[in-house]
């Protein structure tokens, strides 16, 4: 196949890869923002169908193309040498390795405490607990962070080992930060109090 092809269908299974983490990205907020069991059993099954109809083909386009863009163009192992590249390599092994490890073992126990469950039944304290687990939460604001250093890296093509670790280092924080702040508690504004008092002053 030519470098042409494998390039279109490498773009294709980057494409697929970004929509569904985006979209899935978007679930898991409407999961974290869920009151009722019935919101969280209708993200999770819209989750599932993401992954199954977009992120896997995303996937595997992504893998195949990219390995034989390697085997082909960058002479194999060699492409270990270069930095932009061997970024963008590992930063997709770390997303496989983190989706086997940490979100498809999160979903599943998702799944075990929503059996038997209603619609309308309100969040179980086990729920609430598997909803908050701060490595399912991190990885959730980790992924898109990941995939656009990844783009970042394939589009600049820095050739310094420095630039690499240094994009790598700032989105792990930045995802903490973002989860961090996600897992607080909505805190009433000044507004809301004052509006409050003066109810309460009638």
Known sequence: MSYGWLLAAHLLGAALLGAAIVALWLVDERI????????????????????????????????????????????????????????????????????????????????RLLAGTRDADPLTPALERARSEPLASFGQQLEPLLFALAVALGVLRPMDWAVVAMGCIAAALLAAAIAFYAARPLAPSSLSRASVEAEGGR
Do not use: E
Request: glycine letters at 12%; charged letters at 20%.
């Open 32 to 111: 974290r923002r869920a009151s009722d069991c019935g919101t969280i059993s209708r993200a999770g099954r819209r989750a599932d169908a993401l992954g199954k109809r977009v992120l896997m083909p995303g996937v595997l386009l992504l893998a195949v193309s990219g390995a034989r863009l390697v085997a082909s163009y960058y002479g194999g192992w060699a492409f270990v040498r270069i930095p932009w590249l061997a970024g963008m390599a590992g930063v997709f092994v770390f997303q496989s390795a983190w989706a086997n490890a940490v979100t498809h073992p999160h979903a599943k126990r998702m799944r």
